[in-house]
């Protein structure tokens, strides 16, 4: 059974860092490319960044220089640390975990909120 549980969402002020992780199990993480998506009310899912098994990273300009994701490959886990939040209205963060093997394996974690207000 594939799992993927985010962590890390709170309520945090302007201007403040966060860290949110996903742990995985049920997939060997390390074939895996790894992504972090948010979505508000109203509007659609959004990809924030992603790396790939590889370690390559891409991110959405809006968050370039202020986020970074990383992987832990032994712990199965991938971050995304958030720095110099901007107030925004509520955002669930996803985790997102995909490989392209014949058939496409894309699984998704149930989403951690993050509220950016003072």
């Known amino acids: 059974q594939v799992q993927l549980v985010e962590s890390g969402g709170v309520l945090v002020q302007p201007g403040g860092s966060l860290r949110l992780s996903c742990a995985t199990s049920?997939?060997?993480?390390?074939?895996?490319?790894m992504g972090w998506y948010r979505q508000a009310p109203g509007k659609q899912r959004e990809l924030v960044a992603a790396?790939?098994?590889?370690?390559?990273?891409n991110y959405a300009d809006s968050v370039k220089g202020r986020f970074t994701i990383s992987r832990d490959n032994t712990k199965n886990t991938v971050y995304l640390q958030m720095s110099s939040l901007k107030f925004d209205a509520p955002a669930v963060y996803y985790c997102?975990?995909?490989?392209?093997?014949?058939?496409?394996?894309?699984?998704w974690g149930q989403g951690t909120q993050v509220t950016v207000s003072s």
């Open positions: 997102n975990a995909r490989k392209l093997a014949i058939v496409l394996f894309d699984y």
């Open positions: 049920g997939i060997i993480f390390s074939t895996y490319d």
């Open positions: 790396i790939t098994r590889g370690g390559s990273t």
